[in-house]
Nanobody, 124 residues
Framework: QVQLVESGGGLVQAGGSLRLSCAAS????????MGWFRQAPGKEREFVAC????????YYLDSVQGRFTISRDNAKNTVYLQMNSLKPEDTAVYYC?????????????????WGQGTQVTVSS
């Protein structure tokens, strides 16, 4: 059974930083592209960042480019999202997801497995 467990969310002031982690089990982690998504109240879940199985390719939502960095450690079955210069509009529940390709994983409906989410709140 695939499990993705996010951690690292919390409350931070605008301009601050957080590092999210997603620990995976029950799958051959190194075969999957991994992504981070977020969902704010009343809004649809949206793509934030994704990374190829070997870390060799990444994509970002335009509004987080240059502020967020996705990385992975295949030896630890973990994907990370370093979030710097946080803004109130980054407030959302953040989810990690696994998929078969770094191109297709940017589409929410192509995600194979989801984590339970972690809340990120940025105060102004």
């Amino acid at each position: 059974q695939v499990q993705l467990v996010e951690s690292g969310g919390g409350l931070v002031q605008a301009g601050g930083s957080l590092r999210l982690s997603c620990a995976a089990s029950g799958l051959t982690f190194s075969r999957y592209a991994m992504g981070w998504f977020r969902q704010a109240p009343g809004k649809e879940r949206e793509f934030v960042a994704c990374i190829k199985w070997n870390g060799g390719q990444t994509y970002y939502l335009d509004s987080v480019q240059g502020r967020f960095t996705i990385s992975r450690d295949n030896a630890k079955n973990t994907v990370y999202l370093q979030m710097n210069s946080l803004k109130p509009e980054d407030t959302a529940v953040y989810y990690c997801g696994s998929g078969l390709g770094v191109e297709s994983i940017r589409i929410v409906t192509n995600i194979v497995s989801w984590g339970q989410g972690t809340q990120v709140t940025v105060s102004s």
